[in-house]
């Protein structure tokens, strides 16, 4: 029982830091002045649906 507990934390905890890391790069681009849209117009993937990061954070 306090093994299945552990393990549920360390699940959690792991989505938690893929969610920060995916945040840091976010910020990185965001301050580089890039941003996904332009990306997605410019190689005419202009029906792709995008989530944003902000729609992500608020599932957590």
Do not use: T
Request: hydrophobic share 40%.
């Amino acid at each position: 029982m306090l093994g299945k507990r552990v393990e549920e934390e360390n699940d959690l905890a792991y989505k938690h830091l893929a969610l920060f890391q995916m945040m840091n790069q976010w910020v990185k681009v965001k301050q580089a002045g890039k941003n996904l849209s332009s990306y997605f117009e410019q190689e005419d993937k202009v029906d792709c649906p995008i989530i944003s990061l902000e729609d992500i954070l608020y599932q957590v």
